[in-house]
C-alpha cells in the first residue's frame, strides 16, 4: 500500500475512534443519571412509601427521555420506550405492589441498557430475589430488596464493574 493511503487509512480510523469518544460521552452523563435516578426509585419501593416512588419515577421517566438516541444502537434503542411504559407506569400509581410489579420488568431492561453501554460510574450488582423471582440493580452487594423490602432474600448473580475512563 501506498504511503498516501496508508496515511489516509489512518486518518479515517482516527476519526471514527474521536466520534464514538464524543458519542459515548454524550452518553454518559443522561445514563448514569438514569441510574441515579433508578437506585433512587429503588429504594423508595424498599421502604414501602408509594408516594416517594411515584415522585422516584417521574424524575427517572425524565432521564430515560434525556437519553440522547442517537447515539445508541437499535437494540439499545429499542430498550428505551420499555422503560419509559414502567416508569411512566409506576409515576401514575401509588400501590406499592403494582409499582413493584412494573419495577421488574423496568429492572430486567435497565439492566441489558447499562450492560450494553458499559457507561456506569460505578459498580452495580445485579441481584435476584428469590422470593418474588425477580431481578433488579443495586449500588451494593448487601441490603434490602425492593420486593420484599426484606435483607438476606436477595443474591447477586452479576457484576457491573466501572466504565474505564
Known amino acids: 500500500m ?3 493511503k ?3 487509512l489512518s486518518f479515517v480510523i482516527t476519526l471514527a475512534s474521536i466520534v ?3 458519542a459515548q460521552t454524550a452518553l454518559s452523563k443522561p445514563v448514569n443519571a438514569v441510574i441515579t435516578n433508578y437506585l433512587a426509585l429503588k429504594d423508595a419501593l424498599v421502604s414501602g412509601d408509594g408516594a416517594a416512588a411515584e415522585t422516584k419515577a417521574r424524575t427517572l421517566l425524565t432521564g430515560i427521555d ?3 438516541k442517537a447515539g445508541l444502537s437499535a437494540d439499545e434503542a429499542a430498550l428505551l ?9 409506576i409515576s401514575e400509581v401509588n400501590k406499592i405492589a ?5 419495577f421488574a420488568s423496568l429492572s430486567n431492561n435497565l439492566y441489558a441498557l447499562v450492560k450494553k453501554l458499559k457507561l456506569n460510574n460505578t459498580i452495580l450488582y445485579r441481584q435476584y430475589c428469590t422470593m418474588t423471582k425477580a431481578y433488579y440493580l443495586s449500588e451494593t452487594d448487601k ?3 425492593p420486593y420484599m423490602g426484606m435483607a438476606n432474600c436477595s443474591k447477586v448473580t452479576e457484576t457491573l464493574p466501572p466504565a474505564k475512563k
Open 2 to 4: 501506498n504511503p498516501l
Open 6 to 8: 496508508i496515511t489516509a
Open 20 to 22: 464514538t469518544v464524543k
Open 66 to 68: 434525556d437519553i440522547p
Open 81 to 89: 420506550p420499555k422503560s419509559e411504559f414502567d416508569s411512566r407506569h
Open 98 to 102: 403494582h409499582q413493584r410489579e412494573h
Open 143 to 145: 441490603g434490602k430488596d
